[in-house]
Nanobody, 122 residues
Framework: QVQLVESGGGLVQAGGSLRLSCVVSGFTTGGMGWFRQAPGKEREFVSA????????YYADSVKGRFTISGDNAKNTVYLQMNSLKPEDTAVYYC?????????????????WGQGTQVTVSS
């Protein structure tokens, strides 16, 4: 049984920081990603990591503020979020993939976590 358990969301003031974590069990990942979905909006790509070569990818909206990291052996990925803005408010989802491809597309990911709420107040 595949399980993705996310943690680390919460309420923070603009300019603050949060660190999200995601632990995967029951699945051998080639890479992992973070997406977010705000009310009334589509789920959007935030960041991804591909274990081979430790390649990392970011959406333009978070580049320079967010950092993805992880440990392949522990099937764990983190998202350090700094300089948070109110527009970062969303439910953040962790997802896993086996194969390379377009890291920004939700269809490329096999399993998803339940999501963790991030709220940034102005």
């Amino acid at each position: 049984q595949v399980q993705l358990v996310e943690s680390g969301g919460g309420l923070v003031q603009a300019g603050g920081s949060l660190r999200l974590s995601c632990v995967v069990s029951g699945f051998t990942t080639g890479g992992m990603g973070w997406f977010r979905q705000a009310p009334g909006k589509e789920r959007e790509f935030v960041s991804a990591i591909w274990w081979s070569g430790y390649l990392r990818y970011y959406a333009d909206s978070v580049k320079g503020r967010f950092t993805i990291s992880g440990d392949n052996a522990k099937n764990t990925v983190y998202l350090q979020m700094n300089s948070l803005k109110p527009e970062d408010t969303a439910v953040y989802y962790c997802a896993v993939r086996q194969y390379s491809g377009d890291f920004s597309k939700t269809t490329q990911y096999a399993y998803w976590g339940q999501g963790t709420q991030v709220t940034v107040s102005s």
